[in-house]
């Protein structure tokens, strides 16, 4: 803390850590760069954004940093798009998505231990997938359908229905999209 600042409750951290989120309209801020806004360390923000959560904001946290939703935008629509391949195609597979204007909230896949298992994405552009791939290739993670052979669903949203028909169908051609 700098000698400017003074030691803030946790309520009031709290309250700033929401304001920060609010104020980056849609945008997420790493953890990180939170703790060094409020003064704290990175552990006392993870702690923070757990209590937030329990008092009912909606905050997630991404590839990118911690995001606070607001009001759902019910100007938006949304779809599930249930896909299938390797660690190969995914960086296909989510340009697709995003070239079609759609923006990736999320992957789910079906654990037979642990039940439904989701990853917040909030992939929006190919910017945002290339950070995604980078962190496959560089070995530190793996998609969270390897656990299911690759089987895998992906939460969208998009301004149009026909941006996800166009979707569907890029996907479809390129062997991604699980069909019966």
Do not use: W
Request: include cysteine.
């Amino acid at each position: 803390m700098s000698d400017g600042q003074k030691a803030i409750g946790g309520a009031e951290r709290r309250e700033q850590l929401a304001t920060l989120l609010r104020a980056a309209n849609g945008n997420p801020i790493a953890g990180a760069e939170l703790a060094a806004r409020v003064g704290v360390s990175r552990q006392v923000v993870v702690q923070d954004m757990a209590l937030l959560r329990a008092s009912g904001r909606r905050i997630i946290g991404t590839p990118g940093g911690y995001l606070l939703l607001g009001e759902l935008d019910h100007s938006t629509v949304t779809a599930v798009l249930p896909c299938r391949h390797d660690a190969a195609q995914v960086e296909q597979e989510l340009n697709i998505m995003v070239d079609c204007g759609l923006r990736v909230l999320d992957v789910v896949v079906e654990h037979p231990l642990y039940g439904e298992l989701r990853g917040n994405l909030m992939i929006n552009d190919r910017a945002d997938v290339h950070r995604f791939v980078a962190g496959l290739r560089e070995g530190q993670y793996s998609m969270l359908a390897a656990l299911t052979g690759g089987v895998h669903l992906h939460t969208v949203e998009a301004p149009t229905q026909a941006s996800i028909a166009q979707a569907r169908q890029e996907l479809r051609a390129a062997g991604i999209l699980l069909e019966e």
